[in-house]
Each structure stands twice: as structure tokens, then as C-alpha cells.
T-cell receptor
Framework: DGGITQSPKYLFRKEGQNVTLSCEQN?????MYWYRQDPGQGLRLIYY???????QKGDIAEGYSVSREKKESFPLTVTSAQKNPTAFYLC?????????????FGDGTRLSIL | GQQLNQSPQSMFIQEGEDVSMNCTSS?????WLWYKQDPGEGPVLLIA?????ELTSNGRLTAQFGITRKDSFLNISASIPSDVGIYFC??????????????FGRGTQLTVWP
């Protein structure tokens, strides 16, 4: 089935550690997005990519990094510089990238601090 | 970024009741989207609206694109327990370097009592 796969479902981070969240899509979509969700806060945009080898910062990019080396993959690294990383992280994709077509979401990764 | 104001923040209703929620913006959107998020999962698109004044239904759900293009409404008729979740409104940017990114409301948490 076509869709967006996020892994792992649950992830635990130790202090000072970088962790990488995976997002893979087989929808052949050009645009991909990462959001952070905290209770009562809605979805906040971290990074997005309109096309392979290109990405832009969203509203809360500090402490995060991304890469877009392949069309189907958009991994998010939560670095040790992110002091409050505990949240639910959602990946989304869309095609075509420069239209008003809706984004489709994965099922999320819940990150917690040990 | 653009701000979407969604209300109410939460609703507690009895099974069988109708539900209304709305979303307003300080600026114009050319598309309005409504998503539902079940606990621990990613948002799923319910309804997409592309024309001012448009009224669109999806089963027991009805959404409207406001004439001013600065608001949208979602109604759920005869609620059932599986309607429980968080409902989000969203609008895409159609200008400049932010083209394609979505702006989200903070969500309406719906609880349905049997």
C-alpha cells in the first residue's frame, strides 16, 4: 500500500545524545514536512523540503537538522542542542509541491527523554 | 507566520448531539482543510474546500468555506463515540518562499459521552 512510514513509533533519548527519526514515503511526492506536536499546541513546522537536495527552516528549526538526499526519504535529527525534545513528531508529504493539495501524514514518532 | 484561530478548544458532548467548530484567519486563504487526529496517530484529511462559499459534505460531516475567505466551519451531525479525537483546520500558503506550507489551528478536542 502507498503511504508514509515513520519509525520508530517510540524513541527514548539520553541527555546529550542525538537521535534520528525516519520518514519514508512511497507516494512519489516531491514535498515533505516535519512537524512537532505538544499537548494543546497544535502542529508546529520544523523543516520542509519542496524537492530533493533542498530544504527550508520552518518556525521551530533550532536544535533540529534534516537531509533530503532521496525523494522518498526525509530523516529528522534531534540534536543535543534541542533542550526540550519530548514531543510527538509527525512527517507529511504532498504532491504536487507548489499547489494547494492537502498534505498526507504518517503515524508519528513519540520521543521521550530518559 | 499566519495565525489560525480555532474554537472551541475542547467540547464535551453526548452521543447523538450535533457539533460545530470554526476557524478564523487574519489573512485570506484560497484553500481550507479539515483534519481529524485519533490518539497516537497522524492527522487524516476529512474535507478540502477550494472555493469561497463552498459547502461540502462527507457523511455526517459538513464544512463551509467562508465568503470572506478568512474563515471556515465544520459541523458534525448525530455524533457517535468514534468521533472522539482532535479536529484541526489548516490553510496552505500560496505566496513566495513559503509556498506550499500549511498553517494549522490549535485543534478542537472532541469528547463524546455514550
Amino acid at each position: 500500500d502507498g503511504g508514509i512510514t515513520q519509525s520508530p513509533k517510540y524513541l527514548f533519548r539520553k541527555e546529550g545524545q542525538n537521535v534520528t527519526l525516519s520518514c519514508e514515503q512511497n507516494l512519489n511526492h516531491d514535498a515533505m514536512y516535519w512537524y512537532r506536536q505538544d499537548p494543546g499546541q497544535g502542529l508546529r513546522l520544523i523543516y520542509y523540503s519542496q524537492i530533493v537536495n533542498d530544504f527550508q527552516k520552518g518556525d521551530i528549526a533550532e536544535g533540529y537538522s534534516v537531509s533530503r538526499e532521496k525523494k522518498e526519504s526525509f530523516p529528522l535529527t534531534v540534536t543535543s542542542a534541542q533542550k526540550n525534545p519530548t514531543a510527538f513528531y509527525l512527517c507529511a508529504s504532498r504532491d504536487p509541491p507548489l499547489s494547494n493539495q492537502p498534505q498526507h501524514f504518517g503515524d508519528g514518532t513519540r520521543l521521550s527523554i530518559l | 507566520g499566519q495565525q489560525l484561530n480555532q474554537s472551541p478548544q475542547s467540547m464535551f458532548i453526548q452521543e447523538g448531539e450535533d457539533v460545530s467548530m470554526n476557524c478564523t484567519s487574519s489573512s485570506i486563504f484560497n484553500t481550507w482543510l479539515w483534519y481529524k487526529q485519533d490518539p497516537g496517530e497522524g492527522p487524516v484529511l476529512l474535507i478540502a474546500l477550494y472555493k469561497a462559499g463552498e459547502l461540502t459534505s462527507n457523511g455526517r460531516l459538513t464544512a463551509q468555506f467562508g465568503i470572506t475567505r478568512k474563515d471556515s466551519f465544520l459541523n458534525i451531525s448525530a455524533s457517535i463515540p468514534s468521533d472522539v479525537g482532535i479536529y484541526f483546520c489548516a490553510g496552505p500558503s500560496d505566496r513566495g518562499s513559503t509556498l506550499g506550507r500549511l498553517y494549522f489551528g490549535r485543534g478542537t478536542q472532541l469528547t463524546v459521552w455514550p
